[in-house]
């Protein structure tokens, strides 16, 4: 049992090295000697854990689609409408991205030359930001004349952008910048009705919604 | 006068040519070796223009420079108003990242992690997006309680994310995707008096500012 936790824990410092070489240096130019130096763990566990970089990446871009699903199930549950949702999980996205090598590896993999793939963390965004969309269309959440099509060439076009603006300069993945985006954004895309009851900052979960309505305790 | 054409055009080859190789491969994993071939020259031909890879990507980001300012003045000469220069600037520079390849090289060199830099085309793009929307505010054409500051952050965000995602599939840099992202952008962003004239597509260099309204001679 130990040492299957033990297993447990090499496997995940793993993963973690590998994301923080592959976000640096990018997949080709990241050395499994220097992953597994990264790691504190020897050349032979790695190999013992995973069979070549590509088999790394996979499980980097794994574990970022595992915390991506979490994302929009969460926001599913929590975010009540689905416009609601889809602003709820553009922040905890931009968040996580911001904080968690993992997460920004994977979508940092996306868009790396080169390692061959089909950009499938992003394309999984790209449709879960249509479908919410969707979603809020059919719950009568959009405003008159905008259609699902425009918005999503917008939102998916501005969400990859502050990724990728992120990647060199933090605070593009900063609250405030993703507040500022649906700052502008709700208002031409929300009917008027639905629009006060929206809150483009982000959520924190088990407080009011508006958390900067209610005071707190001193 | 001949070899100096002969030499200015060997030049232009290796340029092009290390160009689509740093966009495809990336800066480390492009060869000096593939790139001489792909230009169709000796490698000694390369290394008479060029000291090294270096060198060469330097001089793709300086043509990359140029071509944007070029792209800057020309919106200011002709957009008429500075929102419309904003449009159309975008139109132009979306279909040059499209279709040329020094222009689409000198955007992914920025976000190349194989390459120090420090995203100089970006960046003069982000100041120009910013400087367009400060001079916009001056002539009163943003809408009330639309505050520079935040069409910046959408619009270079969006920008940005139109490159990245068009360098996998160009849909995403179609003057149809620019459109829309216009389309949606504009009626919140532009006072209501502004946004009668202002075209969202893409401008045609002495034809009427709305082709689309303009019947075509048969």
Redesign the interface.
């Given at each position: 049992m130990v040492k299957q936790q033990r297993a447990a824990r090499t496997r995940r410092a793993l993963i973690q090295a590998a994301a923080e070489a592959f976000?640096?240096?990018?997949f080709?130019?990241a050395s499994l000697a220097a992953i597994s130096r990264r790691a504190g763990v020897s050349s032979g566990a790695l190999h013992f854990h995973f069979e070549s970089k590509n088999a790394l990446a996979q499980a980097v871009e794994d574990e970022a689609a595992a915390a991506f699903g979490q994302v929009t199930h969460r926001a599913a549950l929590h975010g009540g409408t689905p416009l609601q949702g889809l602003v709820d999980a553009t922040h905890v996205l931009m968040s996580l991205i911001a904080e968690d090598a993992v997460m920004r590896a994977g979508f940092?993999l996306c868009?790396?030359?080169?390692r061959e793939n089909d950009?499938a963390l992003?394309g999984a965004w790209q449709r879960w930001v249509e479908d919410a969309l969707s979603r809020a269309e059919q719950a009568g959440q959009l405003a008159e004349g905008?259609s699902v099509?425009?918005?999503t060439?917008?939102i998916?076009?501005?969400?990859?952008?502050?990724e990728?603006?992120g990647?060199?300069q933090e605070q593009?993945l900063s609250r405030d910048?993703v507040t500022?985006?649906w700052?502008?954004?709700a208002?031409?895309?929300a009917r008027p009705r639905e629009l006060s009851a929206l809150s483009c900052g982000p959520s924190r979960p088990g407080s009011p919604r508006r958390p900067s309505a209610a005071p707190r305790p001193k």
């Open positions: 976000t640096q240096d990018g080709t130019s940092a868009r790396d030359v080169t950009a992003r905008v099509r425009e918005v060439t917008a998916v076009a501005a969400t990859v952008g502050l990728v603006l990647s060199t593009w910048a500022r985006l700052g502008l954004l208002p031409r895309i």
